[in-house]
């Protein structure tokens, strides 16, 4: 038998004819002899109304209110989906992650899982019922109610498909799958069959947001395929999983990721001396604010220019830090570039493949678009450019990279 473990996103389940719609299918697939549990998110908005409520009561919410709060969106979807499914005459039964239990840490807001109990779920699962489990909530050892970050609901249907095995984590939402990149900015952007976890993992952090990042680095660990596909059209979708069995033969080049969030700080003449980077990064590191791409250039004056990356809502933060910090060790000049962006192009197949870089270079060349920064790694290759020029990159790429749609393939 095959069990299977099905998650549905926020729009999949935001109104109660949408719920008695996924009723159906989870109905049919039961029908044919799947076991099925099924994690659902709040309706889409309502973890945001919830927010915005409490915030017009109190300026800064506990954290465990918050859970108790935030909580609900989940369990009000849960139980309607098992009304929805028993008055299909499917057995359906609904629980809580208390009620799971699905155990984890006390980081109200932000918790981790740390254990999910199989017991309940097993036995209505023998008993040839559906268990639909609410996700991105749990219960830590106290007891109190916790949440696992926006998004969480991935990461909860993830978990359940590690714990109990099951055959594959499908994840319903309202794009058909993982596409070659954004087809807002490319029009023939294609949808990707098969793509590894060290891909996915590249392109979500990247702002290509299908799944939550953290439920794909827990896929990845435990080994858990994943599939991501349409609630509201029938197709194949994009199965994620491990090199070996995702794929036979590897496209160069998966996908283009990119986003324009980002901003570019630079420190010139820092002098060539042993604990200069430390100097200027752990401060950064210390307030919070993530870096991405670093790069010193070596001067042959004894000193260093170092750039980096950062968010773009971290530009003033990460600027004000860094001309402290240019005053304190003598360096002679602080810049700061937030109409920055970053693109990547992403595929497993660049490890056996050389000429990648050149002929990516070559095609922003022909572009006319500057390289600011570079940086590689084995399966991807990110270039920070000027904002203005982000989506001719991207569609200059992938034309260059064959990577589109050949039916829908226009000149235009
Ligand atoms: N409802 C939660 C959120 O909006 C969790 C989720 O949908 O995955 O972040
Ligand atoms: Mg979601």
């Not at 935030?70 to 039964?93: F, K, N, V, Y």
């Not at 984890?104 to 019922?129: F, P, S, V, W």
């Not at 042959?300 to 933060?317: E, L």
Request: charged share 25%; net charge negative; glycine share 8%.
């Amino acid at each position: 038998m095959t069990l299977l473990v099905q998650k549905y996103g926020g729009t999949s389940v935001a109104s109660i004819e949408r719920i008695k719609a996924v009723a159906e299918k989870v109905a049919a697939s039961s029908k044919v002899g799947n076991q099925l549990v099924v994690v659902l998110s709040a309706m889409s908005g309502v973890t945001n109304k919830l927010l915005g409520w409490a915030h017009q009561v109190q300026a800064e919410p506990s954290a465990r209110e918050m859970d108790v709060l935030l909580s609900t969106g989940e369990q009000t979807t849960i139980a309607l989906l098992a009304m929805a499914l028993e008055e299909l005459g499917c057995p359906a039964r609904s629980y809580t992650g208390g009620q799971v239990k699905v155990l984890t840490d006390g980081a109200h807001t932000k918790a981790r899982i740390i254990d999910i109990e199989q017991k309940n779920i097993r036995k209505d699962l023998d008993n040839g019922k559906v268990v639909i489990v609410a996700g991105f909530q749990g219960v830590n050892e106290a007891g109190e109610i916790t949440t696992l970050g926006r998004g969480g609901s991935d990461t909860t249907a993830v978990a359940l498909a590690a714990v109990l095995n099951a055959d594959e984590c499908q994840i319903f939402t309202d794009v058909d799958g993982v596409y070659t990149t954004d087809p807002r900015v490319v029009e023939n952007a294609k949808r990707l069959d098969n793509v590894t976890f060290e891909e996915m993992l590249e392109m979500s952090s990247l702002g290509a947001k299908v799944l939550q990042i953290r439920s794909v680095e827990f896929a990845n660990k435990y080994n858990v395929p994943l599939r991501v596909l349409s609630s509201f059209e029938e197709g194949p979708g994009t199965f994620i999983g491990s090199e070996d069995a995702s794929m036979m033969e590897m496209p160069l080049i998966s996908g283009i990721a990119f986003t324009s969030d980002e901003a570019k700080l630079s420190i010139l003449g820092v002098p060539d001396i042993p604990g200069m980077a430390y100097q200027v990064f752990g401060p950064i590191s210390a307030a919070g604010i993530e870096v991405d791409v670093i790069v010193q250039n070596v001067g042959n004056d004894q000193t260093n220019d170092i750039t980096f990356t950062v968010q773009r809502k971290d530009t003033a933060k990460a600027s004000k830090i860094l001309q402290a910090i240019a005053k304190e060790i003598k360096a002679e000049e602080v810049q700061v570039d937030d109409k920055v962006a970053k693109l990547s192009l992403v595929g497993v197949g660049m490890r056996s493949h050389a000429g990648i870089a050149s002929r990516m270079f070559e095609t922003l060349a022909n572009e006319s678009i500057n390289i600011q920064l570079i940086t590689t790694s084995e399966i991807k290759i990110s270039i920070v450019i000027e904002e203005k020029y982000l989506e001719l990159a991207v569609r200059a790429l992938h034309d260059a990279f064959e990577l589109g749609d050949t039916e829908t393939n226009s000149k235009a």
